[in-house]
C-alpha cells in the first residue's frame, strides 16, 4: 500500500466483494455491505488512492489464447554477481511466455510460471529460451496434475 490506511470490517467486506466480482455496480456492492451508495463509493475511492486496490483486470482463460498449458519452473542460477542477476531477470521477464516469475530466498533461485499451448511448445521455450541462458545452473520443470485454487 502506498499509504497506510486502516481497514475495518466495512472496508474488508468490500474488498471481499469486489475480489468476487470487480465489475459490480456501486448500488449493488453498497446493499451487500449495508451501505448507502455515496458513502459506499467515497470508502471504494479511498482504497483506489490507498493502493489497496490496486487495480483492474480481465481474468482471461488461457486456453482459449492458445496457451493452454502451465507449466512451473525452478530455477537455480550459478552466477553470484549483480549484473548477472539482473541480466537474467530481464532477460526471463521480456518472454512472452512468462506469466509469472518470483526471485525466492533460499533454493530455488527463482520460481517462473510458463503458459505455452501444448507440450511441444514447452520444449520449444525450455530448449531455445530458458535453458540457453549463461546463468542458468538447473532448470525442474513442475507439471499441474490438477489446479486447486487459485487467485487468478
Known amino acids: 500500500m502506498s499509504n497506510e490506511v486502516s481497514l475495518d470490517a466495512t472496508d474488508r467486506e468490500i474488498l471481499f ?20 451508495p455515496p458513502p459506499c463509493l467515497r470508502r471504494v475511492k479511498r482504497l483506489e488512492e490507498a493502493g489497496v486496490i490496486a487495480g483492474y483486470r480481465a481474468v482471461i482463460d488461457p486456453a482459449a489464447m492458445g496457451r493452454g498449458l502451465e507449466v512451473l ?15 537474467f531477470e530481464t532477460t526471463v521477464s521480456s518472454y512472452e511466455e512468462v506469466i509469472e516469475f518470483r526471485r525466492m530466498y533460499g533454493r530455488p533461485d ?12 514447452y520444449e ?22 490438477k489446479k486447486i485454487k487459485a487467485e487468478d
Not at 73 to 81: H, L, R, T, Y
Not at 125 to 139: C, E
Open 73 to 87: 519452473v525452478d530455477v537455480e542460477i550459478s552466477a553470484q554477481d549483480r549484473r548477472s542477476f539482473e541480466e
Open 110 to 121: 527463482y520460481f517462473i510460471r510458463v503458459a505455452v499451448a501444448d507440450h511441444a511448445a
Open 17 to 36: 466483494h469486489m475480489r468476487q466480482d470487480g465489475r459490480l455496480a456501486n448500488v449493488e456492492l453498497a446493499k451487500r455491505v449495508g451501505l448507502t
Open 124 to 145: 520449444t521455450f525450455l530448449t531455445s529460451k530458458l535453458s540457453g541462458l549463461p546463468a542458468v545452473l538447473r532448470l525442474t520443470s513442475h507439471l499441474t496434475m
